[in-house]
């Protein structure tokens, strides 16, 4: 399985304190796309966690963000029950893909039974096809398809504006009356950097 690369942060930072530079872009990309339209969908407060579908071992392999990552029993038991291999073996007899979501819950971090207050879930965010990274709304379809959750979308909206939305902390979550963790940030066309790297950011409220 391909590991979840790492989502650049926004700004530059502090190294004193560790928060945002503002207007101190990370990347050259972010501050040249600034006022483009951004996808923004909530990032939830969890664990990150793959599944892999594999065609010529016709196998479902789980893990976490890396290959050393544990993933806690009670959500291997609850990914095992909403991806199991007949499901993959009937909709993609002909496609291997690597999921990637959200685990999350009661006991996955600290505000985890926001979310669910008994029980966990999966929320899927990203789909990759051999070396392609899918656009939103084939990650949509692939979820309706396994009968499964996927981050919700936020909005649109320039980078400027979502920065100032943050810092107000007036951005409820829409998994219930608590404070959204953060955004993560894609453009609404699927980009990469000169080096190959996705072009992706993420804002969380405790970045100000």
């Known amino acids: 399985m391909k590991e979840y690369h790492k989502i650049q942060s926004i700004f530059k930072r502090d190294e004193r304190t560790h928060k945002f530079i503002e207007g101190q872009y990370s990347l050259l990309e972010f501050e040249y796309l600034r006022n ?27 893990g976490g963000r890396t290959d050393n990552a544990q993933t806690p029993t009670f959500l291997l038991n609850k990914l095992q ?5 007949e499901k993959f073996v009937s909709l993609y007899p002909d496609i291997s893909m ?7 819950g009661a ?8 979310y669910i207050s008994n029980g966990c879930n999966f929320s899927l965010f990203d789909v990759l096809i051999g070396d392609m990274w899918l656009q939103r709304e084939d990650v949509i379809d692939i ?11 936020v909005g ?20 219930g009356d608590f404070l959204m963790e953060g955004l993560v940030l894609k453009p ?6 000169r080096r190959g790297h996705r072009i992706v950011t993420k804002i969380k409220h405790v970045d100000f």
Do not use: H, M
């Open 98 to 104: 690597c999921l990637y979501g959200e685990g999350y």
């Open 188 to 193: 609404t066309t699927e980009l990469s950097d």
């Open 143 to 153: 979820a309706s398809k396994l009968e499964i959750p996927f981050v919700p979308e």
């Open 81 to 85: 029950e909403i991806f199991p291999k």
């Open 36 to 62: 483009n339209q951004w996808l923004a969908t909530e990032k939830i407060d969890g664990t990150n966690v793959r599944v892999e579908w594999d065609i010529a071992n016709q196998t479902v392999t789980y």
């Open 107 to 114: 006991r996955i971090q600290k505000g985890g039974g926001n």
């Open 156 to 175: 649109r909206y320039t980078l400027e504006t979502v920065v100032n939305a943050i810092k107000l902390r007036n951005l409820t979550s829409t998994f």
